[in-house]
């Protein structure tokens, strides 16, 4: 069936460090993605999505390319801040008659200054 | 643009006692949504409405949960009687109808059983 697999975290990089999250997913058709992240406190909030094969999303510096070939839609950043402290969710939403969000394990990000 | 409204932010209740979360979704978006996240796990979805019918409730414990959406605005999700492993955040969301379109989240109610 449909899922997804989200790298484990949780994840502690330096500020200005380089950032990669993996998520691979296993789908019967072709889902949307979804990159939604938490911050402390705060109520989830999309970060990025992507529908369709090649496609890019960006936000916030961010990035994550939907790779039909591969089934997955890593997230990057260049140079993480303190700021991006968060937990980090892939959410592919499959199709089907019922298109819903599947969110992942969730990737704890720590960013030290 | 209002964000989507949930009540209570937080509930500590007694095992076997009954709890009820309300929402209140985006204005004109039919599809609201129904999470339970557990501390360290991604959210796991309960029970999604289309306007006020049932899409998905595949993974709602049926026994002791129940949900329902009146006239295809505000939602309201009980769980009677609460086990200790009802523990969790309760999230709602609400989207439009399309097949790309994002989910909006409300903060949660983070539920205790004692």
Redesign the interface.
Known sequence: GDSVT?MEGPVTLSEEAFLTINCTYTATGYP?L?W?VQYPG?????LL?A?KADDKGSNKGFEATYRKETTSFHLEKGSVQVSDSAVY?C?P?FSG??????????TQLTVLP | EAGVAQSPRYKIIEKRQSVAFWCNPISGHATLYWYQQILGQGPKLLIQFQNNGVVDDSQLPKDRFSAERLKGVDSTLKIQPAKLEDSAVYLCASSQTGRHTEAFFGQGTRLTVV
Do not use: I, P
């Open positions: 989200q949307s979804f939604y705060e109520g989830l909030q999309l999505k529908t969710f959410a939403m008659s019922a298109r819903q969000l599947t969110f992942g394990s969730g």
